[in-house]
């Protein structure tokens, strides 16, 4: 007797074509193009969406060093000419040497404080050719502002300035000048002012009211002293 069910046996087998699997099988399922482009298609979409969330991804990157704050060079000072001038005083009032102010007509600038508005005045110191160095009478020292106004007053030694600038035909030695005014002041001479004052530096052409304010000197030693002014 056939073991087969009555079921079993009205069941009709399928035909087998060589090389194709059952339809229910695993390799049949594989060896469907369709099947095939539907996985090459996920497959493609799965590394591109992994790639971009990779691109996405946040990265660490290192900020480049800061640079430090630019320097500003502040540019020195310019030196003070007037600092190495000697500046006279009560406890220092030597503003030059007998041995410098040897030859006649030689001249020193220097300063003197004034004791009253306790500024420094600038002034000068001539040596003449009426005495000898070392005494007293041999040098003349003034202030170097104007009596009046705001000029400086200025030394000229070339004779041919003291001609062509200031008009003085009659110039032999140097003179003092005030360019403002045209004024020139002869070192060589006195004059009297009011109260029977005599001070040297006598006007010889110009309109200024008076000689340059004098300062006195001495000398002690080999040194030429500022002592008072004017």
Not at 57 to 74: F, M
Not at 98 to 118: D, I
């Amino acid at each position: 007797m056939s073991d087969q069910s009555p079921t079993d046996r009205y069941k009709a087998d399928m035909p087998q074509i060589p090389g194709v699997s059952a339809p229910g099988g695993r390799a049949g399922i594989f060896r469907n193009p369709t099947v095939r482009l539907v996985g090459g298609l996920l497959a493609i979409l799965l590394v591109v969406f992994l790639g971009a969330r990779w691109l996405l991804r946040p990265h660490h990157t290192e900020l480049p060093p800061a640079e430090p704050p630019p320097k500003i060079e502040v540019p020195s000072p310019a030196p003070d000419p007037n600092a190495a001038l000697p500046h006279a005083t009560e406890q220092e009032p030597g503003v030059a040497s007998v041995a410098e102010m040897a030859q006649p007509w030689s001249s020193k600038k220097f300063f003197m404080r004034n004791g009253l508005t306790g500024e420094n005045v600038a002034g000068l110191l001539i040596r003449l050719p009426s005495a000898a160095a070392g005494q007293d009478s041999a040098y003349w020292a003034f202030e170097l502002n104007a009596p009046y106004g705001n000029c400086q007053l200025e030394f000229v030694t070339d004779l041919k300035a003291l001609r062509n600038e200031y008009d003085f035909k009659a110039a032999k030695h140097p003179m003092v000048g005030n360019p403002c005014s045209r004024t020139v002041y002869d070192p060589t001479k006195l004059t009297n002012l009011p109260g029977n004052v005599w001070v040297r530096g006598a006007i010889v052409q110009g309109s200024d009211l008076r000689p340059p304010l004098g300062i006195e000197v001495r000398v002690r030693g080999k040194n030429i002293e500022a002592v008072r002014m004017e």
